[in-house]
């Protein structure tokens, strides 16, 4: 059953989804209106609602609008947030209560996204890339708070690795301390966003939806809090060399370091700092690892709905 709420504001489809028990897979904001330049965030968030759909779950993008949280998205709102520019809010935990407040609109983050999700009744939710722990961060104290809210928050969350402007080494260290499991989509690997490999191990392999569904229950029927991180590395055919990146990223946190951007504004300067390095090949990375993500996520919120039927 969705949780009733008078700050959520879930759409007929998705409200009824949940209450049927039907497969429902949660989409972030913040990658449409802080990670993809226009026009190509909105295709992009149009795509994914399609992927989602095709492969038999029901999409909900969620963001904040008018002093409510909105849990799946029509057009009118998926193109206010891919053209608000700076005037949509980037909301992480600490935004949240702010931007309702206020009645701002906000695109939410992997934590946003996972709490808004959690109160909704959603389990599954597809990014792109999670926040984690930046590089330097044993001087800037740089962490994301999607970490803590893994640590946490109750939803299994399916991204491409992170990206490698942050120290992934760190970033899973973290996560085994706030006992995340890590999950391997078909690898042994954590993924480093545009490139499949990463040199680090995660904490589990699974090959099959089935698995991962499998370990959603038992985590969360023991009743275990906090989430859990399915890595599904790109699409052999869209992944970009690993040493190209390593130097675009490098350029990118120089120019960063240059222009003193810190706090919630370097992600977003350095996706679009890539970007511009890249000539335009790490969004079309993105776009193809996002739409690969939701395919998944559909296909996990698949079997764990089937596994929550059966009980
Ligand atoms: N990484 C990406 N693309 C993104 C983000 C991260 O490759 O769009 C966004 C996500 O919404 C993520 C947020 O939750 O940035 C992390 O921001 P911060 O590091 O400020 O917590
Ligand atoms: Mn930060």
Known sequence: MPAQHDRL????????????????VALESTVISHGMPYPRN????????????????I??????????IRIGLDDEALERLATGGPSVMKLSRRDLPVALANGAIGATTVAATMIAARLAGITVFATGGI?????????????SADLTELARTGVCVVCAGAKS??????TLEVLETYGVPVLGYG???????????SGLPVSHRCDRAEEVAAILEAKWSLGLEGGVLLANPIPEEDALDAAEMEEAIGHALAEAGRQGISGKAI????????ERITGGRSL?????????NAAVAARVAKAYADLSRKK
């Open 165 to 170: 402007i942050l120290d992934l080494a760190k």
């Open 187 to 197: 690898t042994d690997e954590f993924p480093a966003f545009h490139s499949r490999r």
């Open 9 to 24: 504001c879930p759409t007929p489809e998705v409200a009824d989804a949940l209450t049927e028990g039907k497969p429902v």
């Open 267 to 274: 992600t977003p300067f350095l996706l679009a700092a890539l």
């Open 131 to 143: 926040g984690g722990v930046h590089r330097g961060a044993e001087t800037s104290f740089d962490v």
């Open 42 to 57: 909105l295709e992009t968030a149009r795509a994914l609602e399609e992927v989602i759909r095709a492969e038999g779950a």
């Open 284 to 292: 079309t990375a993105n776009v193809a690892l996002i739409r690969n």
């Open 59 to 68: 999409p909900a993008t969620i963001a904040v609008l008018d002093g409510r």
